[in-house]
C-alpha cells in the first residue's frame, strides 16, 4: 500500500460545479497535512495546510478524518483557472527530515 | 521578492558529462531540499539539508551529490549523469524549526533535465 493514496482523475467538471477529492495516508503517526496544487509542467505551490478542526480558503474546504486516515479538498463554484493536479500531501514522522510524502496528484480539469 | 531560483530551467546534455544545477532561496530557510518528479511516481527526495554543512540522502540519492557551504544555496551534481536521470527537478525550502510555517515548502520553478 502506498503511504499516501489519491484518485488520479482527471475529473471532467463544469463551471462552477462542486468537486471533492480524497486522500488516504498509511502513516496513523503522521503530523501535518497539506494540499498543493501544480500547474502543468510547474512547481507545486501550497494550496492550503490541513487542521484537524477542518479549515476554509474561500471556495475551499480541507478536512481531516485521522480516525479514518484521510484527509479531503471540497471546491466550490469551481473556476477555469482551477484545472490543476491537486497534490496530497503529508509530513512523515521522520526525525529531523522535514520529509513530505506526496501523493502522485488527483487531476482536475473545469471546462466552461 | 521572496523566491527560490534554479537554473538551468531547461539542460540537455549526454550521458557522463558532470552538471550542476543551482538552487538558491533569499528567504533565510534553514532547510533546502531536492526533489525529482516523474510520471507515475510523483515527487521524490534526493537529499535534503538541514542547515549549512549539514545535508542526508532522501529516498533516491544514488547518482547524485549536494553540498551547502552557504545558507542560500543548495546545488545539485551529477557526476555522471545517465539516462535514468531525465527528469524534472525542483529545489525547495522551508523555514527554521520552531517557525510557524515549518513544514511548509516553497518550490523553485523546476530544472527539466533530459540526459541523452
Known amino acids: 500500500r502506498k503511504e499516501v493514496e489519491q484518485d488520479p482523475g482527471p475529473f471532467n467538471v463544469p463551471e462552477g460545479a462542486t468537486v471533492a477529492f480524497n486522500c488516504t495516508y498509511s502513516?496513523?503517526?503522521?503530523?501535518?497535512f497539506f494540499w498543493y496544487r501544480q500547474d502543468c509542467r510547474k512547481e507545486p505551490k501550497l494550496l492550503m495546510s490541513?487542521?484537524?478542526?477542518?479549515n476554509e480558503d474561500g471556495r475551499f474546504t480541507a478536512q481531516l478524518n485521522r480516525a479514518s486516515q484521510y484527509i479531503s479538498l471540497l471546491i466550490r463554484d469551481s473556476k477555469l483557472s482551477d484545472s490543476a493536479t491537486y497534490l496530497c500531501?503529508?509530513?512523515?514522522?521522520?526525525?529531523?527530515?522535514?520529509?513530505?510524502?506526496w501523493g502522485l496528484g488527483t487531476s482536475l480539469a473545469v471546462n466552461p | 521578492e521572496a523566491q527560490v531560483t534554479q537554473n538551468p530551467r531547461y539542460l540537455i546534455t549526454v550521458t557522463g558529462k558532470k552538471l550542476t544545477v543551482t538552487c538558491s532561496q533569499n528567504?533565510?530557510?534553514?532547510?533546502m531540499s531536492w526533489y525529482r518528479q516523474d510520471p507515475g511516481l510523483g515527487l521524490r527526495q534526493i537529499y535534503y539539508?538541514?542547515?549549512?554543512?549539514?545535508?542526508d540522502k532522501g529516498d533516491v540519492p544514488e547518482g547524485y551529490k549536494v553540498s551547502r557551504k552557504e545558507k542560500r544555496n543548495f546545488p545539485l551534481i551529477l557526476e555522471s549523469p545517465s539516462p535514468n536521470q531525465t527528469s524534472l527537478y525542483f529545489c525547495?525550502?522551508?523555514?527554521?524549526?520552531?517557525?510557524?510555517?515549518?513544514?511548509?515548502?516553497?518550490f523553485g520553478a523546476g530544472t527539466r533535465l533530459s540526459v541523452l
Open positions: 539539508s538541514m542547515n549549512v554543512e549539514v545535508t
Open positions: 500531501v503529508v509530513k512523515a514522522n521522520a526525525g529531523n527530515n522535514r520529509k513530505l510524502i
Open positions: 502513516n496513523s503517526a503522521s503530523q501535518s
Open positions: 490541513v487542521y484537524s478542526s477542518g
Open positions: 525547495a525550502s522551508s523555514p527554521r524549526p520552531g517557525q510557524l510555517a515549518k513544514n511548509i515548502q516553497y
Open positions: 528567504m533565510n530557510h534553514e532547510y
